[in-house]
Protein backbone atom coordinates (compact mmCIF):
# COMPACT_ATOMS: atom_id res chain seq x y z
CA UNK A 1 0.00 0.00 0.00
CA UNK A 2 0.78 4.03 -0.28
CA UNK A 3 -0.06 6.40 1.23
CA UNK A 4 -0.18 10.21 0.04
CA UNK A 5 -0.85 13.32 1.77
CA UNK A 6 -1.50 16.63 0.15
CA UNK A 7 0.12 20.24 1.95
CA UNK A 8 0.17 23.66 0.72
CA UNK A 9 -3.54 24.63 -0.62
CA UNK A 10 -4.87 28.00 0.58
CA UNK A 11 -6.50 31.26 -0.23
CA UNK A 12 -4.25 33.36 -3.25
CA UNK A 13 -5.14 36.51 -5.17
CA UNK A 14 -5.34 36.06 -9.12
CA UNK A 15 -2.12 36.30 -10.89
CA UNK A 16 -0.41 34.66 -7.47
CA UNK A 17 1.56 31.56 -6.96
CA UNK A 18 1.11 28.63 -4.33
CA UNK A 19 2.92 25.35 -4.21
CA UNK A 20 1.78 21.74 -3.39
CA UNK A 21 3.38 18.77 -2.01
CA UNK A 22 2.15 15.44 -1.94
CA UNK A 23 4.21 13.04 -0.05
CA UNK A 24 4.21 9.29 -0.54
CA UNK A 25 5.05 6.77 2.05
CA UNK A 26 4.41 2.88 2.64
CA UNK A 27 5.47 0.87 -0.69
CA UNK A 28 6.54 3.60 -2.89
CA UNK A 29 9.02 1.73 -4.73
CA UNK A 30 6.12 0.60 -6.88
CA UNK A 31 4.90 3.97 -8.18
CA UNK A 32 5.45 4.62 -11.58
CA UNK A 33 3.91 7.33 -12.03
CA UNK A 34 2.05 10.46 -9.87
CA UNK A 35 -0.27 12.77 -10.66
CA UNK A 36 -1.86 15.62 -9.94
CA UNK A 37 -6.26 16.42 -10.56
CA UNK A 38 -8.18 18.38 -9.29
CA UNK A 39 -12.09 19.31 -8.72
CA UNK A 40 -14.57 21.84 -8.69
CA UNK A 41 -18.17 22.02 -7.06
CA UNK A 42 -20.32 20.81 -9.46
CA UNK A 43 -17.48 19.73 -11.68
CA UNK A 44 -16.27 16.66 -13.22
CA UNK A 45 -12.52 15.90 -11.82
CA UNK A 46 -9.99 16.75 -14.03
CA UNK A 47 -6.39 16.10 -14.90
CA UNK A 48 -3.96 18.25 -14.32
CA UNK A 49 -0.46 17.10 -14.55
CA UNK A 50 1.60 13.97 -14.41
CA UNK A 51 5.04 12.87 -13.94
CA UNK A 52 6.94 9.70 -14.67
CA UNK A 53 8.68 9.02 -11.57
CA UNK A 54 12.16 7.33 -12.25
CA UNK A 55 12.81 9.19 -15.55
CA UNK A 56 10.90 12.52 -14.79
CA UNK A 57 8.87 12.91 -17.89
CA UNK A 58 6.20 15.35 -17.65
CA UNK A 59 2.63 16.15 -19.00
CA UNK A 60 0.23 18.68 -18.62
CA UNK A 61 -3.53 19.67 -19.49
CA UNK A 62 -3.76 22.71 -21.81
CA UNK A 63 -5.47 24.83 -18.76
CA UNK A 64 -2.29 24.91 -16.72
CA UNK A 65 0.56 24.39 -19.31
CA UNK A 66 3.25 27.43 -18.91
CA UNK A 67 1.75 28.42 -15.79
CA UNK A 68 1.75 24.80 -13.68
CA UNK A 69 5.02 22.87 -12.87
CA UNK A 70 5.22 19.42 -11.93
CA UNK A 71 8.09 17.91 -10.24
CA UNK A 72 9.47 15.41 -7.71
CA UNK A 73 11.65 14.54 -5.51
CA UNK A 74 12.66 10.97 -5.37
CA UNK A 75 15.16 11.26 -2.23
CA UNK A 76 12.04 12.27 -0.50
CA UNK A 77 8.99 10.14 -2.25
CA UNK A 78 7.60 13.90 -2.76
CA UNK A 79 5.91 15.43 -5.48
CA UNK A 80 5.01 19.11 -6.11
CA UNK A 81 2.91 21.80 -8.34
CA UNK A 82 4.27 24.79 -8.51
CA UNK A 83 1.11 26.45 -9.50
CA UNK A 84 1.74 30.50 -11.04
CA UNK A 85 -0.44 33.27 -12.60
CA UNK A 86 -3.63 31.81 -11.26
CA UNK A 87 -6.54 32.47 -11.96
CA UNK A 88 -10.14 32.02 -10.30
CA UNK A 89 -10.95 28.88 -12.84
CA UNK A 90 -8.45 27.22 -11.26
CA UNK A 91 -10.35 27.34 -7.60
CA UNK A 92 -10.82 23.43 -6.72
CA UNK A 93 -9.98 20.84 -4.33
CA UNK A 94 -6.36 19.79 -5.49
CA UNK A 95 -5.76 15.80 -5.38
CA UNK A 96 -2.32 13.59 -5.57
CA UNK A 97 -2.31 10.05 -7.14
CA UNK A 98 -0.15 7.42 -7.96
CA UNK A 99 0.05 4.76 -10.12
CA UNK A 100 1.24 1.54 -10.42
CA UNK A 101 1.22 0.54 -13.80
CA UNK A 102 3.58 1.66 -16.44
CA UNK A 103 2.13 4.82 -18.79
CA UNK A 104 0.91 8.31 -16.82
CA UNK A 105 -2.07 8.53 -17.96
CA UNK A 106 -4.54 11.79 -17.68
CA UNK A 107 -7.75 9.18 -16.60
CA UNK A 108 -8.31 10.07 -12.83
CA UNK A 109 -9.56 6.09 -12.88
CA UNK A 110 -6.40 4.55 -13.82
CA UNK A 111 -4.72 5.35 -10.70
CA UNK A 112 -4.57 3.26 -7.93
CA UNK A 113 -3.57 5.61 -5.03
CA UNK A 114 -5.04 8.85 -4.11
CA UNK A 115 -4.70 12.04 -1.17
CA UNK A 116 -6.90 13.15 1.14
CA UNK A 117 -6.90 16.87 -1.45
CA UNK A 118 -5.93 20.34 -0.39
CA UNK A 119 -8.27 23.26 -1.40
CA UNK A 120 -6.62 25.93 -3.73
CA UNK A 121 -9.27 29.39 -3.91
CA UNK A 122 -8.28 31.87 -6.02
CA UNK A 123 -10.01 35.22 -5.65
CA UNK A 124 -10.01 37.70 -8.26
Known amino acids: QVQLVESGGGLVQAGGSLRLSCAGS????????MAWFRQAPGKEREFVAA????????YYADSVKGRFTISRDNAKNTVYLQMNSLKPEDTAVYSC?????????????????WGQGTQVTVSS
Open 97 to 113: AARRGRSAPTTWYEYDY
Open 26 to 33: GRTDSIYA
Open 51 to 58: INWNYGNT
